[in-house]
């Protein structure tokens, strides 16, 4: 067993730690990231939204409360949508932006500027003018591969021109803001006479427009990421990622988060319109069912903790339980310690692999409310399931099941690794004991 575990080390020490640290830092990944956290709180707000649109109640209920609730939101249905439109119905225009004006820092340019350009761009191509209107249809989740396309893009065009210095210059007495302008007149006519010719090309010969075009391109990849072996493949390379002291989570969600957008926005507009949730694995799913307090769902483990027999592992229990319940679990991770302990490998690769397929088919034989909403990732995770599900009961029951069962597969692993700790405090006190004594 030692054997096998050095060479299980070894491999992710050589193979998998320099390969997920160059993903990890890579400008494109990174930018995708940060342009989705810029957006997560206009996203967050908008799907709150939909709890006052759609409260979680029967239409043939009975409670005066519940009538008159939902009878408010149908007659007022267009004035409520109203702030879910312009957060999570425009969230490429804030993805766009965000991705942009990240990737401009990696080139020393001015993020401000390099956003206002990729937002240009994308409604240069995502935004069809037809009889006087503009269409909305791919600002949201259908939107969300060419807002990511077109920011790097732009950017990277920008970039370019910049480093071969095809710009307009002023002279140094004008101010910074006009010289700044001028600069940028290059970089917007090069967008322009780029995307919007290939925009018409691909139009005349395809009958769609550049986001149609990529949609049915990656229509594929997104029915491939709602199933349950990428599910499983996605928390595998996040927990052995994070078993070697790497941010799985954060390479993981970067990768995955285009595609939670696209499904998270397909199950919006199919609750919108009474239909059935389609999709199943988006964000709350990950968040709530998979790592119930962190990465590895140690909430379970925390409260176990607390009730050890090592002195150690009670401290860091009750250094653990508190951050523990908004999903930061740090403290249980580098403090047990979890991180490269070769006691608790199995349960913390395993664990959130069997609640992810305890998940995934509650949710699939829908006996489980799937998520419409986005919810902040440090919300406790029975409130946040609930929550992510429009304040459906389903999901409490679901993740209570999950904590139990992690409670119960960390267990004999934390008495094993506790007979080990209590062996070298008996040790440590036999020893603190006879030097006491010879000095006396």
Not at 116 to 135: R, W, Y
Not at 374 to 393: C, L, R, V
């Amino acid at each position: 067993m030692s054997s096998l575990y050095s060479k299980l080390i070894s491999i992710i020490e050589q193979k998998i730690t320099p390969m997920a640290g160059a993903v990890g830092q890579q400008k494109y990944v990174t930018s995708i990231r940060d342009g989705f956290i810029t957006a997560l709180p206009f996203m967050i707000v908008g799907s709150f939204m939909l709890v006052f649109i759609f409260p979680p109640f029967s239409p043939d209920t009975t409670w005066g409360f519940a009538q008159a609730w939902l009878k408010f939101s149908l007659d007022h249905r267009d004035a409520l949508m109203l702030p879910f439109n312009f957060s999570m119905g425009i969230m490429t225009l804030f993805i766009s932006v965000g991705i942009a004006a990240s990737l401009a820092k990696h080139h020393e340019l001015d993020p401000l500027t390099a956003g206002m350009l990729s937002l240009m761009a994308f409604l240069l191509v995502a935004a069809p003018l037809k009889d006087g209107q503009i269409s909305t249809a791919y600002f949201s989740g259908q939107g969300i591969f060419t807002a990511i396309l077109v920011a790097i893009y732009s950017t990277e065009l920008y970039a370019f021109l910049k480093r071969k210095n095809i710009t307009i210059r002023l002279p140094p007495e004008v101010p910074t803001g006009v010289a700044r302008s001028f600069e940028i007149l290059v970089p917007v006519l090069a967008v322009v006479v780029t995307l919007h010719p290939l925009n018409l090309f691909i139009e005349s010969q395809l009958g769609m427009i550049i986001p149609e075009a990529i949609m049915s391109l990656v229509k594929p990849l997104v029915a491939a990421s709602d199933t349950l072996p990428a599910v499983l493949l996605s928390v595998l390379v996040c927990q052995v990622l994070w078993f070697a002291g790497i941010h799985g989570a954060l390479i993981v969600t970067g990768i995955m988060n285009p595609f939670w957008m696209a499904n998270l926005s397909i199950n919006q507009a199919a609750m919108a319109a009474g239909e059935v949730i389609p999709h199943i694995y988006v964000q709350g799913f990950w968040d709530h069912y998979l790592l119930i307090g962190g990465v590895g769902s140690t909430l379970p483990l925390a409260f176990l903790l607390l009730r050890s027999k090592a002195i150690h592992l009670r401290t860091i229990g009750r250094m653990g339980v508190v951050p523990g319940l908004f999903n930061i679990n740090e403290p249980i991770l580098f403090g047990a310690p979890i991180i490269m302990n070769p006691l608790f490998f199995l349960p913390f690769v395993l664990v959130p692999m069997v609640n992810a397929t305890l998940a995934w088919f509650a949710l699939d034989l829908d006996l489980v409310s799937r998520v419409v909403s986005m919810t902040p990732w440090t919300t406790p995770a029975p409130i946040g399931a609930s929550w992510a599900a429009n304040w459906s009961f389903s999901p409490v029951i679901l993740c209570l099941m999950c904590m139990v069962t992690s409670a119960a597969m960390y267990l004999p692993f934390l008495k094993a690794y506790e007979k080990q700790l209590l062996e070298q405090e008996n040790e440590n006190s036999v020893e603190h004991t006879q030097e006491a004594t010879q000095s006396a």
